[in-house]
């Protein structure tokens, strides 16, 4: 049984081609009544939309390359969503590639966008020496996006916050408390650059009270619920242990709460943690977690909404957006005493 096409269901319902084609893409467009008609229609054919016979016929790509570095984070869930709502709202898909950290995967990732031929990217920050890299994208006419970053690149689009300010304002935050021996559990700064911006953020807070850094009592993890809680433990058995930690991501701090319980230390009587984040699970944590709180899903929805205005302009005009974050107060820090 051959495929019917888009022209025969438009006969069938009694609508035009171009009600039918909005009915696919764009159906909050199309009046409840003329859309319920098309879609039964469609499914009583069975009728499925070729969408790369589509793209190919307009010599037009409906498709966004998104970038992100871990699936094990629920933080970037918030911000891919948002990019699919506003994607599938205007009649474009997404392609999701996980980077795992690691340069060589991205590199292979962003090559593969760009042999199919995507509308654009979106790429949830990059690994350490990809700018020239993404210069040649820029040049080749492909409209890219970096999120989750401020850049200093000026010939690069962003849509992020300020990583080393949000650290830093944490870390301020931990010393205002009275706590001058403040342990820092973060991610893989030696190959992501906001990574790193949140470590010189820590270490600036330090700097501005004179607390002398201490290496001993920064660890390098992925931001994964077992790392943090491996990377406390090691913290807590110090000859002279922390009486806070920082940990840069809330998957590490909430494993980092579970090593202190399991290690018989009350939050936040005797050790303080504060995360990075506010991803839904801080906030239901016992006791609830202090946190970062980070505007995934409004980079996401930003990040979306101007890729697909430069792809539909032809143009990628420079982005460069910086959001706010804020302190999440709830009850795992407290003044030391």
């Given at each position: 049984?051959?495929?019917?096409?888009?022209?025969?269901?438009?006969?069938?319902?009694?609508?035009?081609?171009?009600?039918?084609?909005?009915?696919?893409?764009?159906?909050?467009?199309?009046?409840?009544?003329?859309?319920?008609?098309?879609?039964?229609?469609?499914?009583?054919?069975?009728?499925v939309y070729h969408a790369t016979a589509a793209d190919l016929s307009r010599r037009k790509s409906s498709v966004i390359g998104v970038t992100i570095p871990t699936t094990r984070n629920p933080v970037f869930a918030s911000s891919s969503l948002a990019i699919q709502e506003i994607a599938q709202k205007k009649g474009f898909s997404i392609i999701l590639g996980n980077t795992h950290h690691d340069a060589a995967i991205e590199r292979q990732l962003l090559q593969s966008f760009q042999e199919r031929h995507v509308a654009g990217m979106i790429l949830t920050g990059f690994t350490l020496h990809q700018e020239a890299y993404l210069n040649n994208l820029a040049r080749a006419g492909i409209p890219c996006l970096v999120i989750w970053e401020k850049l200093d690149e000026p010939w690069l689009s962003y849509i992020g916050f300020d990583n080393f300010k949000a650290a830093r304002s944490m870390t301020e935050y931990l010393i205002s408390l009275k706590h001058r021996r403040i342990g820092l559990i973060i991610g893989p700064f030696s190959k992501i650059?906001?990574?790193?911006?949140?470590?010189?953020?820590?270490?600036?807070?330090?700097?501005?009270?004179n607390i002398a850094f201490d290496p001993d009592l920064v660890i390098e993890k992925e931001p994964l619920l077992y790392d943090g809680k491996e990377a406390m433990t090691r913290l807590m058995f110090l000859p002279k242990r922390p009486t806070a930690v920082f940990a840069a991501s809330d998957m590490l701090a909430i494993g980092a709460l579970s090593a202190a319980w399991d290690l018989g230390f009350n939050v936040p009587q005797d050790v303080s943690i504060a995360g990075f984040d506010d991803i839904d699970f801080a906030a239901y944590c016992s006791p609830p977690m202090t946190t970062v709180r980070v505007p995934s899903h409004e980079i996401g929805r930003l990040a979306a909404k101007y890729l697909i205005e430069a792809i539909e302009q032809g143009s990628m005009p420079l982005r460069h957006h910086c959001l706010d974050t804020d302190i999440v107060v709830r009850n795992t820090c407290s003044e030391l005493r």
């Open positions: 049984m051959s495929q019917m096409t888009m022209q025969e269901i438009a006969r069938l319902s009694g609508v035009s081609l171009a009600t039918v084609s909005r009915t696919i893409k764009n159906p909050q467009l199309v009046r409840p009544k003329t859309r319920e008609r098309v879609l039964s229609m469609m499914a009583e054919h069975n009728y650059g906001r990574v790193k911006k949140r470590l010189d953020g820590y270490r600036s807070a330090l700097q501005d009270h």
